[in-house]
């Protein structure tokens, strides 16, 4: 019993304390301040006086009375003190002043002052080392330690220049003053050369430490299992209120139909064919190889570049169905079964997910996917990158089976219109709503390498959310518009398909120039392609633009995203609602993700977030929001 107590972890700081921290990559310890404290992982999250968080290991951590201690001890104590005291006393067998000393006397005096120097510590601040800071600095990793290879580093490298400064300055016969003033000037230009390994290196530390998610999103546990149900009712309701004659929301609940009606083998049948003809078209060695953003443990993984050949492929396809006499409209006749079916896969593949990431190592679970709650980490997704050897199930779902699904959906609504209505032509209303989101995946499919810069390949794990909202959301959601148009024709003069195509337009050139703005400067900051471009810096390395778009406002796409969804909506006229609930959803939704994004950058620059926030004060909306 007492032996398993002492086996026990014990913290030493408490929430709150005030202690000194040292800067991971460097030897420098600063004031922090404990915010809290990890059981499974033992790491103490502290705060610095520029608000920058950072979790660091108790070995790293010293209390201030520590460095009192040892600073009053030092300047009372020295050993070029007692030298020099030494050397003034007259011991009895020291020869007169003029008088030849024998060679024994000399090997005597010589003696002496070796002494001093053995005996001075070689510790790089003025705290003396513990038993694993010693053997870390004489190049030994520590066991607990074995992965910080970075600090270990940065600290073999600054510390013997430093430590021979120190003896020779207490041995010289040069004035104290002069050789100190050189001291202070060499550490300063060691200190101002390793700055930017310790800023690396500190973001480094961070990734590396395995810790549980402590702040949970979207109402925790009981808002992500309620979200699991809500989520296919809301598809459900949407689709039926668009089969209504009056689709008002007044006329709340629709009538729902037949349990059996809503299933169909054939059309599982069908859509099990489309996600696995777009995985073939995944695997084909077509397209550039790129590698994405490092991983928490360094590593980067590689994608391969060909959703835009996928899409041209799928377009040849379609043209050969619709050549032979394939009814393309059968996906409107059975679109809620389609629907269905989407879902139903969406959660096999959740639950195959979540079983396969528990297996997964540490450094591989998302870092917002990782609370330790089986329904929030199902919800979330709990692994970062799963994949099947090469094949990388996130990056694959995220454009490929509904973005161009969306697509096909939307061809398949203006086929129906024209053979429900018996037009020779579709509408002007179809034809701009299929236009302008055909632009929109086109152009994510071209620019499919920017993806990978985004949160949901970054930072998201793929669970639920992830794989409900790229398979089912997307195509069935996003298509609602032209959904809508076919049971509810709308007419409009050319002048006002001119105005909505020209609000589109200005729509899509603020949601382009800006994300290529970003994405090209996360990628190269040094391009002169960018020199007109400013920054602030931040401790991470990186900077934060404060000029382009993105001195505009905080989040410039997700405003050239509100204004294409409203230009998407227009063409349907404003008898009912229902078509702008797609412009509803993205403003909540991308006030949520600013919420989010803000938070998380306010924890990874600290104060020079807040720079960036009074430099730039307006999050979406100028003059707004």
Known sequence: MLDSFWKMPHRRFADGEVVMGRWPGSVLYYEVQVTSYDDVSHLYTVKYKDGTELALKE??????????????????????????????????????????????????????????ISETSLAPLALKPSENNTRRYNGEPDSTERNDTSCVISEQKLKPDLEIARVLEQYSLRPRKEEKKKEEIYSEKKIFETQKVMEKASLKTIEKAPSKTKELEFGGRIGTFTLIFFLPATVLYLLLMCKQDDPSLMNFPPPLPALESLWEARVFGVFLLWFFLQALFYLLPIGKVVEGLPLSNGRKLQ??????????????????????????????????????????????????????????????????????????????????????????????????????????????????????HNQSMPSLSMI??????????????????????????????????LAFGDLVWVPFVYSLQAFYLVGHPTSISWPVAAAITILN???????????????????????????????IPTATGKGLLVTGWWGFVRHPNYLGDIIMALAW?????????LPYFYVIYFICLLVHREARDEHHCKQKYGLAWEKYCQRVPYRIFPYIY
């Open 59 to 116: 070995s790293d951590i010293r209390s201030q009375s520590a460095f009192r201690h040892r600073k009053s001890q030092s300047s009372s104590s020295s050993p070029s003190r007692r030298s020099s005291s030494r050397s003034r006393s007259r011991s009895p067998g020291r020869p007169a002043k003029g008088r030849r000393r024998s060679s024994s006397q000399s090997r005597e005096q010589k003696d002496d002052k070796k002494k001093p």
């Open 569 to 577: 909506s227009l063409p349907c006229g404003f008898n009912h609602i």
């Open 432 to 465: 701009l709503v299929n236009s302008f989101q055909l632009l929109y995946v086109v152009d994510a499919l071209w620019n499919e390498e920017a993806v990978l810069t985004t949160m949901d390949i970054t930072h998201d794990g793929f669970g639920f959310m």
């Open 303 to 420: 994608y391969r570049i060909n959703g835009f050949y996928a899409f041209v492929l799928t377009a040849a396809v379609i043209g050969t169905l619709l050549y032979f006499q394939f009814e393309l409209h059968y996906l409107y006749d059975h679109f809620l079964q389609f629907a269905v079916s989407a879902a139903a896969f969406s959660v096999v593949l959740s639950i195959y997910l979540y079983i396969r990431s528990l297996k997964a190592p540490e450094e591989e679970l998302a870092p917002g996917g990782n609370s330790g709650y089986f329904v929030y980490d199902f919800f979330t997704g709990h692994e970062l990158n799963p994949r099947i050897g090469s094949f990388d199930l996130k990056y694959f779902c995220e454009l490929r089976p509904g973005l161009i699904g969306w697509v096909v959906i939307n061809l398949a609504m203006l086929l129906a219109e024209m053979k429900i």
């Open 505 to 535: 337009s200005i729509g899509y050139y603020i949601f382009r120039s800006a994300n290529s703005q970003k994405n090209s400067f996360r990628r190269n900051p040094a391009d002169p392609k960018l020199a007109y471009l400013k920054c």
